[in-house]
């Protein structure tokens, strides 16, 4: 059973930090591009951060570019997004993804967590 489990949200005022992780679970996690989207209602999806398999690349949208950080683990399937200098546009429902696979192209989301930043 495949299982993506973000934590770390949570409400921080501006200039804040928080750490977000992703534990992937019942796929080969080395295999997979792994990303983090976020979500705010009424404005759909967009990608902030995503890294290779092997962890060597990394991509980042402009807006979060010198603020965010992505990282992995392999050894503990898991994926962080380091989110330092939190700006009010910066809250949404951050989601974990992953895709890729060996022989055919899969692709898994995680369930969300919440991130408020407000005064």
């Known amino acids: 059973q495949v299982q993506l489990v973000e934590s770390g949200g949570g409400s921080v005022q501006p200039g804040g930090s928080l750490r977000l992780s992703c534990v992937a679970s019942?796929?080969?996690?080395?295999?997979?591009?792994m990303s983090w989207y976020r979500h705010v209602p009424g404005e759909g999806r967009e990608l902030v951060a995503s890294i290779s398999g092997s962890g060597d690349t990394t991509n980042y949208r402009d807006s979060v570019k010198g603020r965010f950080i992505i990282s992995r683990v392999n050894v503990n399937n898991t994926v962080y997004l380091q989110m330092d200098n939190l700006k009010l546009e910066d809250t949404a429902v951050y989601l974990c993804h992953a895709i890729g696979g060996r022989w055919s192209v899969s692709e898994y989301w995680g369930q969300g967590t919440q991130v408020t930043v407000s005064t």
């Open positions: 019942g796929f080969a996690f080395s295999e997979y591009a």
